[in-house]
């Protein structure tokens, strides 16, 4: 799909390649095990990849034990929410900084976030604004259309 990508702004001329996108790595999503079940303690769960890999969960409190195609404990629980209503989410806590997110990725065989592996989401360097680059039409960005 995409070999590389050239994005603009702060880090102007970086090159992504596809092992630097997030999805080309397994990521374990908290709200899918959770709905599966995988999260209830003494719960275990085979978990098939997309690829076709499978891993086994165990479930304790606070943590999942992953064993097969990898080896790793990961802490999950909830964080509160820091808005008017309130209320709290359920997060994977990072094994690296202990940040808590939505989903963990995998590389190496090891779960960490994103910030951690420096990835990113493909769809933030496609179509990215640049004042530069014109237009097929031959018009400019930055002009204001009619």
């Known amino acids: 799909m995409y070999n590389s990508l050239t994005m603009g702004g702060a880090t102007h001329g970086h090159t992504w390649r596809e092992d630097q996108f997030l999805e080309s790595h397994r990521r374990l999503n908290v709200m899918l095990l959770h709905r599966a079940g995988a999260l209830v303690p003494s719960a275990r769960t085979v978990w098939k990849w997309a690829d076709g890999g499978k891993t086994n969960i165990l479930a304790a409190?606070?943590?999942?034990?992953?064993?097969?195609?990898?080896?790793?404990?990961?802490?999950?629980?909830?964080?509160?929410?820091?808005?008017?209503?309130?209320?709290?989410?359920?997060?994977?806590?990072?094994?690296?900084?202990?940040?808590?997110?939505?989903?963990?990725?995998?590389?190496?065989?090891?779960?960490?976030?994103?910030?951690?592996?420096?990835?990113?989401?493909?769809?933030?360097?496609?179509?990215?604004?640049?004042?530069?680059?014109e237009e097929a039409d031959g018009r400019s960005h930055n002009r204001s259309r009619r």
């Open 61 to 133: 409190h606070g943590e999942i034990f992953l064993s097969g195609d990898f080896k790793q404990v990961i802490r999950f629980g909830y964080i509160p929410l820091m808005l008017m209503h309130g209320g709290e989410r359920m997060r994977l806590f990072c094994p690296i900084c202990n940040c808590g997110a939505y989903f963990l990725a995998e590389r190496k065989s090891k779960f960490a976030c994103k910030k951690c592996f420096r990835l990113d989401w493909r769809c933030r360097h496609r179509r990215r604004y640049n004042p530069f680059v």
